[in-house]
């Protein structure tokens, strides 16, 4: 028996392919060769190529990536390099970034760094390639409590079996002041995790379905000690819900129990990622609800007021002398959704009429987060497109305002993901870097409600990261 070309023996060769502007690596970019071996570049950039008769020889890949794009072979129509592949040898491979955000690393999931650790090449991460078994997670949350960063995600699957649990999991991170890693690098977690290792349920109610948190707020108990509250969904399904409440974090098991109701009937109750302003918790994106900070009104499911046109208790406009809608905060009244604005009111009469930009087309608004930001000394939103033109629920926009609840009137778009989903965007403010210039935010990136049978290996239903400069000047200032 004889050993071939790029066997055992061979090493592999290291491709990475870097943003040509800054030489840093870029993450999620496909090389492919002529008859579709497909390898995707890890959280460095790297992709380890070792595939058997290939190895030794001059290597056709074509090149592509989610607001990336390499240069066209010659005078042909394909994007792509052809590397003299060699046993041990390296190539750099430049591609120019289209997105005005900056990709920077996958944040969950298995084989973050693996091409990187098969190559030798020094990591960030203390689990670079598995973490509390953990091969997919849906939906970030995160807030700061007890001096640590607490971070809690949907539907979590696991590498040891075909589907994982359904009841909300959850880390912690150190902030980068107290010896965490540096938001350019990664976010190193520490899952918590059941006997057999796997990341375990932060919700276990005794109940079945599956348990999905929202709105995590801080506010002091009758004692005067800082708790950690947020809303939760029970459901069947996806659009089967069975119960909506409260619940409080127990340090003593490190997971959530039931704390009350929630008002159901006007829809109000801690939702996506609060922020708070003044004396008060703001949420939604754009559509605006809030709550005093104090915990008697927030366990009060009367105590919240929505952003609003309606009149108080109904679901009929509420209009002025002169005709025009009455906005203000009403109790029991919830915040109209795009949709609904697009129903009920004249174009001139919605409060958040959100434009690109660019072209001023109107942009519909599906989910994101707002947090105040020093260095533009406003409001900024990070939010995803509904019914995009590269993708459905794939396109990023930015926009700003004087005040959390709006108005919203342009945004731009800084990140695109073709026939992809990058849904429930989310902005950390306790990232923010040099006065609120460059802010980072994640995102979850999968195939659903794209209309795409393809998945990316690893990269499917993950966090990944963004960063974003916000003194581009292609950036929206009004």
């Not at 949907?154 to 980068?176: C, I, M, N, W, Y």
């Not at 809303?231 to 974090?249: I, K, P």
């Not at 040099?434 to 998945?455: A, E």
């Given at each position: 028996?004889?050993?071939g070309?790029?066997?055992?023996?061979?090493?592999?060769?290291?491709?990475?392919?870097v943003d040509?502007?800054?030489?840093?690596g870029?993450?999620l970019?496909?090389?492919r060769t002529?008859?579709?071996?497909?390898y995707t570049?890890d959280?460095?950039g790297?992709?380890?190529?070792?595939?058997?008769?290939?190895?030794?020889?001059?290597?056709?890949?074509?090149v592509?990536?989610?607001?990336y794009?390499?240069?066209?072979?010659?005078?042909?129509?394909?994007?792509g390099?052809?590397?003299?592949?060699?046993?041990?040898?390296s190539?750099?491979?430049?591609?120019?970034?289209?997105?005005?955000?900056e990709?920077?690393?996958?944040i969950?999931?298995?084989?973050i760094y693996?091409d990187?650790?098969?190559?030798?090449?020094?990591?960030?991460?203390?689990?670079?390639?598995?973490?509390?078994e953990?091969?997919?997670?849906?939906?970030?949350?995160?807030?700061?409590y007890?001096g640590k960063?607490r971070?809690?995600?949907?539907d979590?699957?696991?590498?040891?079996?075909?589907v994982?649990h359904?009841?909300?999991?959850?880390a912690?991170?150190?902030?980068?002041?107290?010896?965490?890693?540096?938001?350019?690098?990664?976010?190193?977690?520490?899952?918590f995790v059941?006997?057999e290792?796997?990341?375990r349920p932060?919700?276990?109610?005794p109940?079945?379905?599956l348990?999905?948190?929202d709105g995590?707020?801080?506010i002091?108990d009758p004692?005067?000690?800082?708790?950690?509250?947020?809303s939760?969904?029970?459901?069947?399904?996806?659009?089967?819900?069975?119960e909506?409440?409260l619940?409080?974090?127990?340090e003593?098991?490190?997971?959530?129990?039931?704390?009350?109701?929630?008002?159901?009937?006007?829809?109000?109750?801690?939702?996506?990622?609060?922020v708070?302003?003044?004396?008060?918790?703001?949420f939604?994106?754009?559509?605006?609800?809030?709550v005093?900070?104090?915990?008697?009104?927030?366990?009060?499911?009367?105590a919240?007021?929505?952003f609003?046109p309606?009149?108080?208790?109904?679901?009929?406009?509420?209009?002025g002398?002169?005709?025009?809608p009455?906005?203000?905060w009403k109790?029991?009244?919830?915040p109209l959704?795009?949709?609904?604005?697009?129903?009920?009111?004249?174009?001139?009469?919605?409060?958040?009429?959100?434009r690109?930009?660019?072209?001023?087309?109107v942009?519909?608004?599906?989910?994101?987060?707002?947090?105040?930001?020093?260095f533009?000394?406003?409001?900024?939103?990070?939010f995803?497109?509904?019914?995009?033109?590269t993708s459905?629920?794939?396109?990023?926009?930015?926009?700003?305002?004087?005040?959390?609840e709006?108005?919203?009137?342009?945004?731009?778009?800084?990140?695109?993901h073709?026939?992809?989903?990058f849904y429930?965007?989310?902005?950390?403010?306790?990232?923010?870097?040099?006065?609120?210039?460059?802010i980072?935010?994640?995102?979850?990136?999968?195939?659903?409600?794209?209309?795409?049978t393809?998945?990316?290996?690893?990269?499917?239903?993950?966090?990944?990261?963004?960063?974003?400069?916000?003194?581009?000047?292609?950036?929206?200032t009004?």
């Amino acid at each position: 028996m004889t050993l071939g070309l790029g066997c055992a023996a061979a090493r592999p060769y290291t491709i990475r392919v870097v943003d040509e502007s800054t030489g840093r690596g870029v993450p999620l970019v496909e090389l492919r060769t002529p008859n579709e071996i497909r390898y995707t570049t890890d959280s460095a950039g790297y992709v380890a190529f070792d595939e058997p008769g290939f190895l030794g020889r001059r290597v056709f890949f074509h090149v592509k990536a989610h607001g990336y794009e390499h240069a066209q072979l010659g005078k042909t129509k394909y994007h792509g390099v052809a590397l003299d592949t060699a046993s041990g040898g390296s190539a750099v491979v430049k591609v120019k970034r289209l997105n005005v955000a900056e990709r920077l690393y996958r944040i969950t999931g298995g084989g973050i760094y693996a091409d990187s650790v098969r190559l030798g090449v020094p990591v960030p991460l203390r689990n670079p390639v598995l973490d509390g078994e953990v091969a997919g997670q849906d939906s970030a949350l995160s807030i700061v409590y007890r001096g640590k960063v607490r971070w809690f995600w949907g539907d979590t699957f696991r590498v040891g079996g075909p589907v994982g649990h359904f009841q909300t999991s959850g880390a912690t991170s150190e902030l980068p002041a107290n010896g965490g890693l540096d938001p350019s690098l990664g976010v190193d977690l520490t899952y918590f995790v059941g006997p057999e290792g796997f990341s375990r349920p932060m919700v276990p109610l005794p109940e079945k379905g599956l348990v999905w948190t929202d709105g995590l707020m801080v506010i002091k108990d009758p004692s005067g000690t800082e708790r950690l509250v947020a809303s939760f969904a029970r459901l069947r399904d996806l659009g089967d819900v069975l119960e909506r409440g409260l619940v409080l974090y127990d340090e003593t098991t490190d997971s959530f129990k039931r704390l009350g109701p929630v008002n159901e009937e006007a829809h109000l109750a801690p939702r996506g990622h609060p922020v708070r302003v003044g004396e008060h918790y703001y949420f939604g994106a754009p559509g605006m609800a809030r709550v005093r900070a104090e915990w008697a009104a927030v366990t009060d499911p009367t105590a919240y007021e929505g952003f609003t046109p309606l009149r108080p208790g109904s679901k009929e406009i509420e209009r002025g002398s002169d005709g025009r809608p009455v906005y203000g905060w009403k109790r029991n009244t919830p915040p109209l959704t795009s949709a609904q604005e697009q129903k009920l009111l004249k174009e001139d009469e919605r409060w958040n009429l959100i434009r690109d930009v660019q072209t001023k087309a109107v942009i519909a608004v599906h989910a994101g987060s707002v947090a105040w930001n020093e260095f533009r000394r406003r409001y900024v939103m990070i939010f995803e497109q509904i019914g995009g033109k590269t993708s459905y629920l794939g396109e990023i926009w930015f926009a700003q305002a004087e005040r959390p609840e709006g108005p919203w009137r342009t945004a731009r778009q800084i990140v695109s993901h073709e026939k992809m989903s990058f849904y429930n965007p989310v902005h950390h403010p306790f990232f923010d870097q040099q006065g609120g210039r460059l802010i980072y935010f994640q995102g979850t990136y999968t195939n659903m409600f794209s209309g795409n049978t393809d998945q990316t290996p690893r990269y499917e239903y993950n966090q990944i990261m963004y960063r974003l400069d916000l003194s581009d000047p292609r950036l929206p200032t009004n």
